[in-house]
């Protein structure tokens, strides 16, 4: 057995249950090309392949659990893995039309967030287990929203599958988990993600003040928006209006 390496956020799913559901939710098919991020010990990944998906490419950062992985999956052809670091991985370079799985590590869990959402052009859908807080901010039923929930449902449709209680992880996390599954919406605003990042990541800056001291009057009224409310006020579709109207 592996160490856990706690700077990895290494925490191992033992549930069998949990484990098929959260496959289960990612509906493969024959055609399919799956890509896992931070495998693990190979739980996720064994269930993947029983569904037998045209290609599952798995992304590990640690070099130990690489190795093992590759001796442990070396009787599938379908499988592949690559030992590097899932927040700087294009997943465009993998091919289109992607499914991406993952019990995901928590310290960068926001980081490959985002890398999805920048990779929305080709991907079917994503299903990955976070902590419940994120997972209730990424589906926006957080009351504090964050920028990223805002910027993650513009351009996805998100469901919060499940919560999932410490104690079917070794070692059991901190904090409650839950089951977030993202599928691009069929119709998005061409907004450059970049920029639109950019925007709300500075209207989200001290989150108190009233949108007249960030924007300009004009782009309020015209986005029917009133001055005096706050970023928390305000719903994804108010964002879009206000970024369409702030681009203009
Ligand atoms: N999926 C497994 C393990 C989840 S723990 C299970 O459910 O049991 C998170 C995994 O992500 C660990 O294996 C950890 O080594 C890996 N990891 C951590 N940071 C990573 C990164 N930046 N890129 C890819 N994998 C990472």
């Not at 957080?142 to 998100?158: A, Q, V, Y």
């Amino acid at each position: 057995m592996v160490r856990p390496k706690k700077f990895l956020g290494q925490h191992f799913l033992k549930s069998k249950g949990v484990i098929e559901k959260i496959v289960n939710s990612l509906e493969i098919s024959p055609k399919d090309t799956v890509i896992e991020i931070g495998p693990g010990t190979g739980v996720l990944t064994e269930e993947i392949l029983k569904r037998e998906p045209e290609k599952l490419i798995a992304i590990e950062v640690d070099g130990e659990l690489a190795k093992l992985l590759r001796e442990k999956f070396k009787k599938f052809p379908n499988f592949e893995l690559i030992n590097t670091d899932a927040t700087k991985v294009d997943f465009c370079s993998f091919g289109k039309n992607l499914k991406l799985i993952g019990n995901l590590p928590y310290n960068v869990g926001s980081f490959i967030v985002l890398n999805t959402v920048r990779s929305k052009d080709c991907l079917n859908r994503a299903v990955y287990m976070l902590q419940k807080e994120v997972v209730e901010r990424l589906t926006l039923k957080h009351k504090k929203p964050s920028w990223l929930g805002i910027l993650l449902n513009t351009f996805f449709d998100t469901d919060y599958l499940m919560s999932v209680p410490a104690r079917f992880f070794y070692p059991p996390p901190k904090v409650v988990s839950a089951v977030i599954s993202m599928k691009p919406k069929k119709v998005q605003p061409s907004f450059n993600v970049e920029d639109y990042k950019r925007f709300l990541e500075k209207l989200f800056m001290q989150r108190r003040k009233m949108l007249k001291t960030k924007l300009p009057l004009e782009v309020l009224e015209k986005a029917n928006i009133p001055p005096t409310k706050r970023v928390e006020q305000l719903g994804v579709e108010d964002f879009i209006r206000l970024y369409r109207e702030f681009i203009n």
